[in-house]
């Protein structure tokens, strides 16, 4: 950013260089590089369709794992790898976990 303001007040890319204390090179790769690189396109999961059944199950049986709902998934027509759904439930656990630490915390303060 310093080195777009220097070069817009006129300054080499040399006298830039020296006075950020990089290379010239590294001035010149700075400024010709593209103004913003384009984001990571966003797509559905194959998961999307499953969630709400997923957590309608862990909020009614917190002892129910992924190993327990793959199989009832596949008769909904899962037909994806197990990965998706354990990393899926796992941020789910953790999310819920957190808000259980917090409620504790908030009843021990009573």
Not at 57 to 63: E, K, Q, S
Not at 87 to 100: E, F, P, Q, R, S
Not at 103 to 109: D, R, T
Request: glycine share 6%; charged share 35%; aromatic share 4%.
């Amino acid at each position: 950013m310093k080195a777009e303001i220097l070069r817009a007040q006129g300054k080499k890319q040399r006298e830039i260089a020296e006075l950020l204390g990089v290379s010239d090179r590294t001035v010149r790769t700075y400024l010709n590089r593209p103004e913003k690189r384009p984001s990571k396109r966003l797509r559905a999961s194959k998961l999307d369709p499953y969630r709400g059944f997923i957590d309608a199950t862990l909020g009614n049986d917190p002892a129910c794992n992924h190993e327990v709902l793959i199989p009832r998934l596949k008769n909904m027509g899962y037909d994806r790898r197990i990965s998706l759904l354990r990393d899926y439930a796992a941020a789910i656990g953790v999310v819920k976990g957190l808000a259980l630490q917090a409620m504790k915390a908030e009843a021990k303060k009573e």
